[in-house]
């Protein structure tokens, strides 16, 4: 099973982009990239996935990098709201179809006002 | 996103006693739930996977007999736990899935269990 690295907290400041970086080095080829967060004393919040191309939505945009070893989540304008624990996930094939999710310690991002 | 729902967001109960917790998917039809646990300052840990009318699959360490998982819908997923000691104190959180392996899973809000 791929693991994930991730540093276990960092700053931004309101307003600033937050770029949270996490390294995968042994990633297979069908494996997803994923990342969620979660706000303290709740579940988890799914933001973000993909397998090698560039993705964005309305929440961040992930950054992989071409040889699939690394990635970083950008949250380009940083609220207060966004203070969580930032979770970076590489998708794991539990038997036939099935995939689970398996946690590491992820980054907890402060953003600072 | 998808909505899944967990009931009820706390509970405590005496030692001895067993406590039922309700997972699930508003608007959607869940395949799969996975139940985890996690402990204050922790990562969450996967406690088992469920899939709709089979049995679950629990993760090495955990107690099938203790931590009783029943999928008997596509909407619903329960997650027992029985004779409670204080050590099973911790938060439970489902996660929900419609199926098919590139959709993301949907986290319920979880459940705060103290046990008295």
């Known amino acids: 099973d791929a693991k994930t690295t991730q540093p276990p907290s960092m700053d931004c400041a309101e307003g600033r982009a937050a770029n949270l970086p996490c390294n995968h080095s042994?990633?297979?080829?069908?494996?997803?990239v994923y990342w969620y967060r979660q706000i303290h004393s709740q579940g988890p919040q799914y933001i973000i996935h993909?397998?090698?191309n560039n993705e964005t939505n309305e929440m961040a945009s992930l950054i992989i990098t071409e040889d699939r070893k690394s990635s970083t989540l950008i949250l380009p304008h940083a609220t207060l709201r966004d203070t969580a624990v930032y979770y970076c996930i590489v998708r794991v094939r539990s038997g036939g179809s099935n995939y689970k999710l398996t946690f590491g310690k992820g980054t907890l991002l402060t953003v600072n006002p | 996103g998808a909505v899944v729902s967990q009931h009820p967001s706390w509970v405590i109960c005496k030692s001895g006693t067993s406590v039922k917790i309700e997972c699930r998917s508003l608007?959607?039809?869940?395949?799969?739930m996975f139940w985890y646990r996690q402990f204050p300052k922790q990562s969450l840990m996967l406690m088992a996977t469920?899939?709709?009318?089979?049995?679950?699959?629990?993760e090495q360490g955990v107690e099938k007999d203790k931590f009783l998982i029943n999928h008997a819908s596509l909407t619903l997923s329960t997650l027992t736990v029985t004779s409670a000691h204080p050590e099973d104190s911790s938060f439970y959180i489902c996660?929900?899935?419609?199926?098919?392996?590139?959709?993301?899973?949907?986290f319920g809000q979880g459940t705060r269990l103290t046990v008295v």
């Open positions: 042994t990633i297979s080829g069908n494996e997803y």
């Open positions: 469920s899939n709709e009318g089979s049995k679950a699959t629990y």
């Open positions: 608007d959607f039809q869940a395949t799969t």
């Open positions: 993909g397998l090698k």
């Open positions: 996660s929900a899935r419609d199926g098919g392996g590139n959709t993301e899973a949907f």
